[in-house]
């Protein structure tokens, strides 16, 4: 099976153009110009990597996007005419693995779904079977987090963020080398990506999210993960 991209759009020529770009590169494409057909195409065929454009009919991307990370870890990317703090954040806590701002080039399109796709493949198997902070354990090579003993559902995005931080407990990581490592963004990224991850990780393996014990904030300098 090939790489399957679901694009959500209501402006035609712009879900035609986006259709065509993606085709070039060899994917399959499935379109759909509202939220509620959107959501029945990826029920009957779950696609590999979700275009979902904030301001659609009906149910919007908001919606939409919270619809899908409800039942699935697709990577999706939220597209907005506008790249003001409230739509991206929005899009992101929504579920979003990445946000894109039209009108965009084809490459940085398809260059963000490649790098989408690399994240989405099973992780490598680490040296430890499983990598433990108290009592946060992740298992690599089952892609699993478990709290007190309990699975806690991450993206994966989400995964390979915490993944990261774990490859070194005593070092910081910045954001500019989060967005490397877990975006794979050499040129094109933003800090909000990362910012707004690591709120979603705190709200889903801390006890109190706005006193993290193992993402911590190393003021000025980025993230760490500790036990």
Known sequence: MGTRILTVEDDERIRTSVRLALEDEGWMVDEAATGEDASSLFAANPADVVLIDIMLPGIDGFELCRQIR??????????????????????????????????????????????????????????????????????????????????????????????????????????ETLLKKVWDYDYFGDGRLVDVHVRRLRMKIEIDPANPRHVVTVRGLGYRLQS
Do not use: W
């Open 70 to 175: 409800s039942t699935s870890s697709v990577p999706i990317v939220m597209v907005t005419a506008r790249s003001d703090t409230h739509d991206v954040v929005a899009g992101l806590e929504a579920g979003a693995d990445d946000y894109m701002t039209k009108p965009f080039a084809p490459k940085e399109l398809s260059a963000r779904i490649r790098a989408l796709l690399r994240r989405a493949k099973p992780a490598e198997q680490h040296e430890h079977a499983v990598l433990e902070f108290g009592d946060l354990h992740i298992v690599p090579a089952e892609g699993r987090v478990t709290l007190r003993g309990a699975d806690v559902p991450v993206t994966k995005t989400e995964f390979k963020l915490l993944c990261v931080l774990a490859e070194d407990p005593s070092g910081v990581f910045s954001r």
